[in-house]
């Protein structure tokens, strides 16, 4: 019977051959695909820093938001609370932690960018640590992958507070990307079309403009935040779970044993009550969430909600407008490092308007060293002679780096100055009142240029 069919429509087939191509049903291109498109990409550092938004990320989940997650390492360093492993051991557990931690609260798509972890506060040393290019790179395919409406993430720049390099890393990175991915000169390997059937290395993705990025700070101080972007409470009750925020925050923060098994363990002998006390009283799990808008493609109003102003489809790529490079004299000396890269870091990014702490400032742990990174830049036709000299608290002690140099014609030179910290009062506060010293620059004795800087002395900070 089956062959009789057979021959049957190999008949047919003879007297109605195959029209010719031009009448043939069109076939559809492949599309990218829809499953990895999100609302919201959170670009974090390390394993447990979703936390820094995942109340936001259950709300958002409630409004049927679809949300990625990209963390910059695995969290390979630091105390392991819940076993023996330590380094690239503990990196593997804690990247299973991460995914379980999201898993509890409903996201599944989650990348990691391989970075290192840093433990200093300075982001050049994160990025140094991470492999930038490598990092950048992946983050902005991730981007083109995900087609986010908005990315949040880190602040980046440098405050009083945990203020981890590797943060400000995360940060960092997603806005080079959110100006990147949409750029087709950018990557431009990852959105060639394939040239063969097997493409093994095209990667046909398509640009991606993303239309608002939003940051979290890591600083301490408030007040420069308050009102540059919206707040949402955390103890609105979530439509889906009928639980406050906060609370499934603390659920979803239940997968990172390694971290806080000790603090687990507590919670895990509470009932409800006691969970909500402690909640309140330690580590602000409570607290309202602050968002600060970085930038926004399509407007919307800067306290507004964070899909404020944003429609569906593709937005053009808009080039980050940089403001112009500031006007120098022809003998300069600025503080460097991270503070002076952040400076043009907002005005390549147009960041302008991102609040930053003047004059810089920074928490350190004392006894110990503060490094003041200088440039002295000398644009004039001949070498010159500068005299540095620091102006510092009582009991501050000047290391190295002061007195008189000589930086040759046309040149730009890095020096830096190195401060001794007196300790702390062996039964005295955790910190103290930050305190304000100052670089002064000399030629011939004029005055080039004075430095402040707000140090705040704690018993235990991050390395410089
Ligand atoms: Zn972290």
Redesign the pocket.
């Known amino acids: 019977m089956e062959r009789l069919a057979t021959q049957l429509l190999f008949a047919l087939f003879l007297f109605f051959p195959v029209p010719a191509s031009g009448a043939q049903e069109p076939k559809a291109l492949p599309l990218p695909d829809e499953r990895y498109k999100v609302d919201i990409l959170l670009v974090v550092?390390?394993p447990?820093?979703e936390g820094a938004a995942t109340p936001y990320l259950a709300r958002a989940l409630d409004e049927h938001k679809r949300i990625a997650v990209v963390f910059g390492t695995r969290g390979s360093s630091g105390a392991n609370e819940a076993g023996a492993e330590q380094a690239a051991a503990l990196g593997a557990i804690r990247e299973i932690e991460a995914r379980n931690a999201l898993i509890a609260l409903g996201v599944t798509n989650v990348w990691f960018l391989g970075g290192k972890d840093t433990a200093s506060q300075n982001v050049l040393q994160s990025l140094a640590n991470w492999d930038h290019g490598a990092s950048l790179e992946q983050l902005v395919r991730l981007v083109r992958l995900t087609r986010p409406e908005v990315i949040l993430t880190f602040l980046p720049g440098t405050f009083i507070g945990e203020d981890?390099g590797?943060?400000q890393a995360s940060g960092l990175l997603a806005t080079e990307a959110f100006d990147l991915a949409g750029d087709p000169t950018s990557f431009p390997e990852q959105l060639a079309g394939p040239t063969k059937r097997l493409e093994p290395f095209l990667e046909n993705l398509r640009p991606w403009q993303p239309k608002k990025m939003y940051y979290f700070p890591d600083a301490d101080r408030e007040d420069i935040f308050r009102g540059k972007g919206p707040e949402y409470s955390v103890k609105e009750i979530s439509t889906s779970s009928k639980q406050p925020y906060w609370r499934m925050a603390l659920d979803s923060f239940r997968a990172h044993q390694t971290q806080a098994k000790s603090f687990l363990d507590k919670i895990a002998q509470m009932d409800e009550a006691q969970i909500e006390k402690l909640a309140t009283s330690d580590g602000g799990w409570t607290d309202a969430m602050h968002f600060v808008l970085g930038k926004s493609l399509v407007g919307g109003s800067v306290t507004g909600d964070v899909f404020d102003g944003i429609t569906p489809g593709a937005i053009p790529f808009a080039r980050p407008d940089v403001s112009p490079e500031p006007t120098r004299s022809e003998l300069a000396v600025e503080l460097g490092g991270p503070y002076s890269f952040y400076a043009e870091f907002r005005r390549a990014h147009g960041l302008t308007n991102l609040p930053h702490p003047e004059p810089p400032e920074i928490a350190l742990q004392a006894p110990g060293t503060l490094v003041i990174p200088l440039w002295i830049r000398n644009r004039t036709a001949k070498t010159q002679e500068i005299t540095l000299s620091a102006a510092l608290p009582a009991g501050w002690t000047t290391q190295s780096g002061t007195g008189k140099f000589t930086v040759a014609a046309k040149q730009v030179a890095a020096t830096r100055i190195e401060i001794t910290l007196p300790a702390l009062a062996e039964n005295g506060a955790k910190k103290q009142e930050p305190q304000e010293i100052s670089v002064h620059a000399e030629w011939n004795g004029q005055s080039i240029g004075e430095i402040k800087l707000r140090v705040e002395l704690r018993k235990r900070a991050l390395p410089q």
Do not use: N, Q
């Open positions: 550092a390390h447990d820093d981890h590797d943060h």
